[in-house]
Each structure stands twice: as C-alpha cells, then as structure tokens.
C-alpha cells in the first residue's frame, strides 16, 4: 500500500536530499556548545552549499515539514543516545496506519508498518528501497526491517516504536552532532530510467547499488578527485566539500584539532 498523497507530497520535498556526515564535521568546526542545527538554520545552508545532514537532520527536518502539513508524526529510532544511533519518522495517515518515513537510509518512499496486511506476511516488498527487496516484521522491540540485496547480502536495521519525546530526540541528536567518526560517509538516491539507484561515498571508496548488484567506481585518490566526484552525485558547493573532506583527511592523520 502506497502512502496516502498528503504524505508522499511532504515526503518528495526531499528526494534529492543525501544524508551525509560532512555536514556535521564541518559544522562541528564553526559552532559552539550546541552541534545541532535548527531547521531554519538547515534551510539557510541548504540554499548557500546545498548540503542537508545526517539522519537526524534529516528527520528533524521532515518532522517540520510534516508539522507544517498537519500530518501527525513523531521520532522514532534505534540506539538513541548512543554513538550508533538512527533516527526516523513515523507518519501516520487519517485513519490511524503507521508509515516509516526514513531519509536517513535513503528510502524510496513511506513504507506502511501494519504487519495484519497480506503483504507483510513474510513477503519481500521491491519500490521502497534502492537496489534492494525489504521484509518487515514485528519484533519484541518494535519492528525489524530486513533488507536482500542482489548477491544474497542480508541486512536488518531494528525500529523501536514508541513515540520519542521531541525533547529527548533533540537531546539525542545534539549528543550525535558531538562524535564524529573518523570515515566519511556520503548516500544518494539516484533516478535512473528503470529504477532508483543508491550511491555511497564509505570511507574514501564509493560504488552504486542496484538491482542487478554493487557496481564498485574507479579507485581515485585526490582530494581534488573526490570533490568533483562527490559534487557531480550531491551537487554539493566545492569550497564546502574541500573543507569538510579535508578535515575527515586530518582526522584519519591524527592532526586535527
């Protein structure tokens, strides 16, 4: 089932948004005490760079667009407070039904977390995810996402249901802004004729996901090199990719401050 119209319109605000963690490293190095960014401040830099974030601001982001709608929605994640932690939203329609809203992995679109539905009884579900099938089931702590991948590669991220307090997911988040982990990570959706594609920047290696499997890009090793590659994916602005990408390169040396 797919999300009611008046979600998918909020939803398609962001399809051209990556999540990425070179945000929050070069964020990190111009604020003071308080790491996370508003939403007005996400826009500003939005229009300035065209950057956006990582998952949680990202879901922060979609949380006030669905605000702004009049949509019901509320955080959702796994890990929160913790270094691992994700972040998500759950939309829900007018008659009550549950939909994962998930920019920070990159999702198609909403998927509907009612597990009485046909679909859901052990089905794998294509649409929702780039280059690969989903299987959704209810788990003791909420709901368990599984994701087959073209090689037989599994995956599984875990949804903890229960609404979050915005206050604690604000506090959750600006923990997130705080630790910074030494690979850069860049995900992109990409519409291609057939399918949406997934891109990913991981740790100075890059490759595309499809549904016929990895495709691995070309191993390069400039700085200068991975700007012009990351910016023809995110169109990101290129003095902003020097800076962030130049702080991962200290960090990995040891030298940053």
């Known amino acids: 089932m797919e999300a009611p119209e008046e979600m998918l319109s909020v939803w398609r605000q962001f399809d051209d948004f ?16 308080q790491k996370q960014r508003s939403v007005e401040l996400m826009k500003q830099h939005h229009d300035q760079y065209g ?13 006030a667009a669905f605000d702004g ?20 939203i ?12 998930d920019l920070g992995d990159q999702w198609i679109q ?18 929702f995810f780039p280059g690969a099938e989903v299987q959704v089931k209810q788990t003791d702590k909420g709901v368990e996402v599984i994701y087959y991948r073209p090689n037989g590669k599994q995956s599984n991220q875990i949804y903890e249901m229960e609404p ?12 997130s802004q705080h630790h910074i982990h030494p690979e850069p990570l860049v995900e992109v959706r990409l519409w291609e ?16 996901s499809t549904s016929t499997g990895l495709y691995r890009d070309s191993a390069i090793e400039t700085l200068e090199e991975w700007i012009e590659r990351i910016h023809d994916k ?18 990995n040396l040891g030298s940053s401050e």
Not at 94 to 101: K, M, S, T, V
Request: one cysteine or more.
């Open 90 to 101: 759950i939309a829900e329609d007018r008659d009550g039904r549950r939909f994962l809203c």
């Open 110 to 127: 909403p998927i509907l977390l009612d597990a009485d539905r046909p679909e859901f009884q052990g089905g794998r579900l294509s649409g």
């Open 193 to 208: 004729s057939s399918e949406t594609v997934h891109w990913e920047f991981d740790n100075w290696k890059s490759f595309m």
């Open 234 to 251: 995110t169109h990101y602005d290129k003095e902003f990719l020097k800076e962030s990408l130049g702080f991962y390169q200290r960090l």
């Open 69 to 88: 709608a009049g949509i019901k929605a509320y955080p959702v994640g796994s890990g929160l407070g913790t270094e691992q932690a994700h972040a998500a």
């Open 164 to 175: 979050v307090e915005r206050a604690d997911f604000l506090e959750a988040a600006e923990y």
């Open 51 to 63: 950057i956006t974030g990582n998952c949680f601001d990202l879901a922060i982001w979609l949380l």
């Open 18 to 33: 990556p999540m990425e963690t070179l945000t929050k490293a070069w964020y990190y190095q111009r604020s003071g005490e």
